[in-house]
């Protein structure tokens, strides 16, 4: 599969613990960018990075919310101590080093705090 | 904020007729882009319209930019069924790669 890989689909969590979201982007991407959706609303803009680095974050949590993405492997949202104003559907897309041609998105991770 | 806005926030036509959806954003981009989100999925991308462009065509889309009025519109002609769901523009900041999102206009077009 060419696309934009997220897992998991659905999370479920108690307040209090630690949600792991994860995104791979597509083949040839080095641009990922992590968006957050409530129901019934658009997406806000959360983090974009490139290989090792974070270009912007002005969009995340000061605090519980970090996001990486190494040299190896998927790029990771990861939320400490949920509370359930956290719940919310989670996209990750990515681009190459240009986005003119537009941002090819995954299908996100629904995540639910109990 | 950078992020636009999507008017109507919703729209029900009938099969066959147009859909006109508007988009206003508040500060300089280098280009505006139309995303669409079924329910429930990742949003793809349908158009891109460069600053220095006016009007853009796509298969049935239609896509107008006037930035002195900081404002898009799209049209979809010939509705189809297949065609309900919200649709976004975004906006990137010059000289940034992130897009901001509206806030949509939800589609439904009656069979």
């Known amino acids: 599969n060419a696309g934009v890989m997220q897992n998991p689909r ?49 969009g995340m949590p000061k605090e519980r919310f970090s996001a990486e993405f190494p040299k ?34 995954g299908s996100g991770t629904r995540l639910t705090v109990v | 904020s950078q992020q636009g806005e999507e008017d109507p926030q919703a729209l029900s036509i009938q099969e066959g007729e147009n859909a006109t959806m508007n988009c206003s954003y508040k500060t300089s981009i280098n280009n505006l882009q139309w995303y669409r989100q079924n329910s ?36 979809i002609t010939a509705s189809r069924a297949a065609d309900t769901a919200s649709y976004f523009c975004a906006t990137d900041g010059t000289g940034a790669n992130n897009l901001f999102f509206g806030t949509g206009t939800r589609l439904t077009v009656i069979p």
């Open chain 1, 72 to 105: 190896e492997g998927p790029s990771i949202l990861r939320i400490q101590q949920v509370v359930r104003g956290d719940s919310a559907a989670y996209f990750c897309a990515s681009s190459p080093p240009s986005a003119y041609y537009g941002y090819t998105f």
């Open chain 1, 10 to 58: 659905h999370l479920v969590r108690r307040r209090g613990q630690e949600a792991r979201l994860r995104c791979s982007p597509m083949k040839g991407h080095s641009h990922v960018y992590w968006y957050r959706q409530l129901p019934e609303e658009g997406l806000k803009f959360m983090v974009y990075l490139q290989k090792e680095n974070i270009i912007d974050e002005s």
């Open chain 2, 40 to 75: 429930g999925r990742g949003l793809v991308h349908l158009i891109l319209i460069r600053s220095n462009e006016r009007e853009k065509h796509s298969g049935r889309l239609r896509v107008t930019l006037d930035t002195s009025k900081k404002s898009s519109s799209l049209l």
